[in-house]
């Protein structure tokens, strides 16, 4: 069995985060042009291809499509992604975040604990 050391799971994960962040921002920005979600567009092309449907008929597939999808007009979710990013910028205002702090011991820069 192969093991990663920490230093190789946390580029891993941070890797994801910064990937993460990027698909939201840049899904923010295609929704308020109009556009639909690639990850939707994309779900429903591979469904197609398997089998002409846009959307699952199995128990799990149906009811999570009915959590997740919902029928409101383009501008309602705009205003919701809107929403949200006002709030998260009045939390970083507000609360604004921690950075980590540095310490110099025999010149190397170790994080506090």
């Known amino acids: ?3 990663f050391p ?3 799971w946390a580029d891993i994960f941070l890797s994801l985060h910064a990937l993460f962040i ?3 921002v840049l899904g923010f920005i295609l929704i308020v042009a109009g556009k ?5 567009t ?5 469904r197609e291809v398997q089998g002409g449907r846009a959307y ?3 128990f799990v597939g149906y009811y999570l ?3 997740i999808y919902y029928d409101f007009p383009l501008w309602v979710f705009a205003m919701g992604y809107t929403a949200f990013t006002v709030i998260v910028l009045m939390t970083w205002i507000i609360r604004p975040p921690r950075w980590p702090r540095f310490k110099s011991d025999n010149n190397q820069e170790k994080y506090l604990v």
């Open 42 to 46: 994309w779900e429903n092309d591979m």
């Open 6 to 8: 920490n230093a190789v």
């Open 65 to 67: 499509q009915k959590i």
């Open 1 to 3: 069995m192969v093991t």
């Open 56 to 58: 699952p008929s199995t």
């Open 22 to 24: 990027v698909f939201v």
């Open 36 to 40: 639909i979600c690639p990850l939707t």
